[in-house]
């Protein structure tokens, strides 16, 4: 599959557990975010509870496809879970990117290049990844045409561009409300519909079946009540 929904918080509680049986999980326990907050601590917050399917999807999704040397890119990943997973599995060649500057004090700094700089217009060369990760990213602040054009720059021929956002099949209304200082978009059938059919233009494609369907709504925020959806896009050699 390379379209999936998050069907319940049972599936959420079930990715967490096997991350921690496979010494993969890195959300921060309540006395270390509890230690920032009153300022004993000047570690970054790692990951999220919530995004447990998402991390565990992708992480699978990386060991079976691609190379532990093959170079990847994290955008948007200042608190980026996924990175430090992928460290610890022994991935070489990682890079994270976020306009947050802080994203210097994360951890592993002499293994992960880590760049302060906007995902949508870097300084890469071009085919410069074999994977392009964007974990609840790209839901904020959404500018179709910028992101593909830059992701399809980047990745190498038959590279993935695999992604996590908000989605729920029908139209959930956000405006008004904004994250981050952006606008924030929980995505339909039709606007992912509208979205491949836009990749298809750079040459990024499903792969495998995509399934838009939604039963269950077990994310709130900001009182809207959505699931999680997970992407696969692969570029097509030209």
Do not use: C
Request: charged content about 25%; aromatic content about 14%.
């Amino acid at each position: 599959m390379s379209f999936e929904v998050l069907e319940s918080r049972a599936r959420i509680e079930q990715a967490r557990h096997e991350l921690r049986r496979r010494g993969l999980s890195f959300t921060n326990s309540w006395w270390q975010q509890l230690s920032r907050r009153v300022g004993v601590s000047s570690r970054v917050g790692v990951g999220d509870y919530l995004k447990s399917w998402d991390v565990l999807k992708t992480t699978s999704f990386i060991e079976k496809n691609v190379s532990s040397s093959d170079p990847i890119l994290d955008i948007g990943a200042f608190a980026s879970e996924l990175l430090y997973v992928l460290h610890h599995l022994h991935y070489s060649n990682l890079t994270g990117i976020d306009l947050n500057p802080d994203i210097k004090k994360m951890a592993y700094g002499d293994r992960v290049r880590y760049e302060v700089s906007d995902f949508m217009h870097t300084s890469f060369e071009a085919s410069s990844f074999a994977a392009i990760t964007a974990m609840s990213v790209i839901e904020h602040g959404f500018n179709g045409n910028v992101l593909l054009s830059e992701v399809s720059r980047l990745l190498r021929p038959r590279g993935y561009f695999i992604a996590s956002f908000d989605y729920w099949p029908e139209k959930v209304d956000t405006t008004g409300i904004s994250f981050f200082g952006m606008d924030w978009k929980i995505f339909s059938k039709q606007e992912v519909q509208a979205f491949l059919d836009e990749a298809a233009g750079y040459t990024l494609y499903p792969h495998g079946e995509v399934d838009l369907g939604g039963r269950e709504k077990p994310i709130s925020s900001a009182n809207k009540d959505y699931t999680f959806a997970w992407l696969v896009l692969q570029k097509r050699e030209s």
